[in-house]
Each structure stands twice: as structure tokens, then as C-alpha cells.
């Protein structure tokens, strides 16, 4: 049972447009999310993360909403560069994941110059 | 400095064998973990040390033991080895200050087995 779903598998956008990458989560426990970056033969690096108690965190060109009466989160990044080209994992964390990190199956973007 | 490097990068050997995978973090974290990713690119937590003692061991193959000597290292000794056992293994940190649940990754050891 997935508890924490990104139905796309892959996203392809043109450079200088948005990026909107999604999650979908089914345990109401969880209260932190974070987004994490990986490029080929490299590990995961962290992106940014959203608290529960809260509905949107910036930090420049990266903007995570969390909607959680729908038990959805979004990364948006704008406008999107060929750097950004790499699969986002959604993860997400509570008390009664036992503050495990419990992860999204990653959503390949793909930025077309 | 690499924040948390782990040894080697690639692993080819042949079934039955027994291999190591090394993990060691300069962030002076408390927690460490080993994750699989599997065919269909799930992370799979396998197991988390804390200060040295496993607090969290997934159901997976005996086959597999984490070995803590400090708690900047956390070697994946995996015994007997399978074609299954053919995935990414990343390790990973957490600090334990404050609401710090930010993991951080080595750069995932590639195993084969053939």
C-alpha cells in the first residue's frame, strides 16, 4: 500500500516555463513533506520541505503547496532550466511512520531547451 | 568534503558471495540509514543505527547485517549473495537537533550480481 503517490511517472517542459510536480498522500499522520532532487549515479539531494501547519514554502525558484484537505502536495519550479532536467522524489514524515521517511516512486522532468 | 561518501561505487560479483558496503558521514549526525532502490525506483528503507544502536531493521534478508563501528559508520555486510539482491544501496544521515528531518545521501553503491 503506497502511501505517498506521484502518478507521473515522467513530466517533459519547455525551459523558461513552470514545472508542476505532484504528490498525492494517504496517511493524514504525516506532518512534514519534503521534496528531494536525483540525477543519474548520484543520491538524492534535498530540495525543500513544508511543515504541516503550513500551506506554502518559497525559496526562489522552488515553491512546495501543500493542500491537506486533499492530501496534496505540489512542487512548482519557475521558470524551469535544463539544470533542473533530474527525478523529483516526494517524501513524507510523521509519528506514526515512525518518523521514517516514506517516499514517492520519483517523477522524471525533463526541461526541452 | 563529501558529506556522506560511501565505498565503492560499483559492485560486480558473482552469487554467493559475501560483500561489504561502506558508509561513513562528517555531518556529525546521530542517525544513519541504508535504503534499497529497487527495479521500480522505490526507496526501500533496509535499516537506521542511532548512536550505534539499530533502532529501526525492516524485513529483510538475514542475509544482510549492519555493522556500526561509531556513529560516523555504518557498513551493509551482505552474505551469501543473490541475483535479487542486484540494486542501488544508498546510505544516509539525519541529525537529530531540533525537527531536523532532512536525510542526507551518499551517492548510492551500484551492485550487480551475476
Known amino acids: 500500500d503506497q502511501q505517498v503517490k506521484q502518478n507521473s511517472p515522467s513530466l517533459s517542459v519547455q525551459e523558461g516555463r513552470i514545472s508542476i510536480l505532484n504528490c498525492d498522500y494517504t496517511n493524514s499522520m504525516f506532518d512534514y513533506f519534503l521534496w528531494y532532487k536525483k540525477y543519474p549515479a548520484e543520491g538524492p539531494t534535498f530540495l525543500i520541505s513544508?511543515?504541516?501547519i503550513k500551506d506554502k514554502n518559497e525559496d526562489g525558484r522552488f515553491t512546495v503547496f501543500l493542500n491537506k484537505s486533499a492530501k496534496h502536495l505540489s512542487l512548482h519550479i519557475v521558470p524551469s532550466q535544463p539544470g533542473d532536467s533530474a527525478v523529483y522524489f516526494c517524501a513524507a514524515v510523521g509519528m506514526d511512520s515512525n518518523y521514517q521517511l516514506i517516499w514517492g516512486a520519483g517523477t522524471k522532468l525533463i526541461i526541452k531547451p | 568534503d563529501t558529506a556522506v561518501s560511501q565505498t565503492p561505487k560499483y559492485l560486480v560479483t558473482q552469487m554467493g558471495n559475501d560483500k561489504s558496503i561502506k558508509c561513513e558521514q562528517n555531518?556529525?549526525?546521530?542517525?544513519m540509514y541504508w535504503y534499497k532502490q529497487d527495479s521500480k525506483k522505490f526507496l526501500k528503507i533496509m535499516f537506521s543505527?542511532?548512536?550505534?544502536?539499530?533502532?529501526i531493521n525492516e524485513t529483510v534478508p538475514n542475509r544482510f547485517s549492519p555493522k556500526s563501528p561509531d556513529k560516523a559508520h555504518l557498513n551493509l555486510h551482505i552474505n551469501s549473495l543473490e541475483l535479487g539482491d542486484s540494486a542501488v544501496y544508498f546510505c544516509a544521515s539525519k541529525g537529530t537537533n531540533a525537527y531536523q528531518e532532512t536525510q542526507y545521501f551518499g551517492p548510492g553503491t551500484r551492485l550487480l550480481v551475476l
Open positions: 543505527y542511532n548512536n550505534k544502536e539499530l533502532i
Open positions: 555531518l556529525g549526525h546521530d542517525t
Open positions: 513544508i511543515s504541516s
